[in-house]
């Protein structure tokens, strides 16, 4: 749309009437604002990222910027309220709905309790992460995303990396260190 606009601005006015051309031309404007005002905001967000330790430290995870950064931290703070990242990935809801009868456990879709704003910005981060194949080996994911991948559809794929990321997360902010992929190839 952005690279056809000034094609549409200028085509004549028997094929389209001057009024249309003004109110594209008035959409495309508000259009520039909406996306120098997120410019704007993502940059105040950047800054205020890297001036908190937390958040500075949960960038250095994969797929994670300053807006997830910044959210995770205004969420959970330091993390204190979570004993292990597992507990984390359940409350964002990030783990499947578990239905037990007698000695079967059934596994269904992920429950979607908690925080719905994170839970998607975890999810977008692991999509992130799985559209650059050349960085899985370099943050030490590679072995677990190729082995996920034979196993799980891409769509539950990304939810699982989702659940990985948040726990990781909850490690990095938990443990007041950055992450580190040496130590998650060991593990």
């Known amino acids: 749309m952005r690279a056809e606009l000034p094609h549409i601005l200028a085509t004549p006015p028997d094929v389209l009437s001057p009024r249309i051309v003004r109110l594209i031309s008035d959409l495309a404007e508000d259009w520039r604002r909406l996306d120098d005002r997120i410019d704007q905001l993502s940059s105040e967000i950047a800054v205020l990222a890297r001036q908190d330790a937390g958040c500075e430290r949960l960038m250095s995870v994969p797929g994670i910027g300053p807006i997830i950064s910044s959210a995770m931290v205004a969420a959970i703070g330091t993390g204190d309220a979570f004993s292990k990242g597992r507990d984390f990935a359940a ?3 990030l783990v499947p709905k578990q239905m037990s009868t007698g000695d079967r456990t059934i596994l269904g879709k992920i429950s979607k309790r908690g925080n719905r704003y994170l839970r998607v910005l975890f999810v977008q981060a692991a999509w992130v992460v799985l559209i650059k194949p050349m960085s899985w080996d370099r943050h030490g994911l590679k072995r677990w995303i190729e082995a996920a991948k034979k196993r799980l559809h891409r769509n539950v794929l990304a939810i699982a990396l989702a659940n990985k990321l948040a726990r990781i997360a909850w490690g990095v902010l938990a443990g ?12």
Request: hydrophobic share 45%; proline share 0%.
């Open 91 to 93: 409350w964002l809801g």
């Open 176 to 187: 007041g260190r950055t992450f580190e992929a040496n130590k998650l190839q060991a593990a």
